[in-house]
């Protein structure tokens, strides 16, 4: 059951609804790592979340419909999946991590995706947007000459982690000018 905002602003009003970074994380993991069990978001997060802070984040998104629990039988284990909502975060967390190569130090294995999204831009996060669509809604899967976009983005973390490197600093000068064209920062 969804609570009442603090406030009317649209600001607000996403931030209470996955702005803790533990939710933007689980969502992050079902979402680019198709992590959709309890115990896969557990083991593979490389946050180490904690169960209960798991559990408990995992009822919050699906109280604030961004994630569905599929009802499981006995011995059955429940399958967590995006909801519309949730799948348009992806420019979202798209821009999130541009901001996180550019300013924050990063790893290799774990930049890559963000790197990926940030060269394809919105033409590849539209299309992963489909692509998550048919994965967790149902729909009809997009057609392709090539890799997927979620084959792309395991392709490229796989090779980060044959050769990962010790973090890196944040984005050169032009990484930074080009974002700052872009926005008019």
């Not at 649209?10 to 970074?21: L, M, Q, R």
């Not at 309890?38 to 997060?45: D, M, T």
């Not at 904690?50 to 599929?70: C, F, P, Q, W, Y």
């Not at 998550?132 to 997009?142: N, Q, S």
Request: net charge positive; charged share 25%; glycine share 8%.
């Amino acid at each position: 059951m969804e609570q009442e905002a603090r406030s009317g602003c649209p600001i607000n009003a996403a931030v209470e609804a996955f702005g803790d970074s533990w939710s933007l994380l689980v969502l992050r993991d079902v979402m680019f790592g198709n992590r959709r069990y309890f115990r896969e978001l557990l083991a593979g997060s490389e946050e180490r979340i904690a169960s209960n802070i798991l559990a408990d984040r995992l009822k919050r998104l699906v109280s604030a419909g961004l994630l569905t629990r599929e009802a499981a039988g006995p011995g059955r284990r429940a399958a967590y999946s995006l909801t519309e909502a949730s799948i348009q975060l992806v420019p979202v967390f798209a821009e999130l991590g541009q901001w996180g190569l550019l300013h924050r130090p990063t790893t290799k294995r774990l930049r890559v995706r963000a790197e990926v999204l940030a060269a394809g831009g919105p033409p590849l996060w539209a299309e992963l947007m489909a692509e998550l669509r048919a994965v967790h809604l149902g729909t009809a899967a997009p057609e392709r000459t090539g890799p997927s976009v979620i084959e792309q983005l395991a392709e490229a973390r796989a090779r980060a982690a044959v050769n990962p490197t010790k973090a890196s600093r944040p984005a050169h000068q032009s990484g930074l000018r080009r974002y700052q064209e872009r926005y008019g920062a």
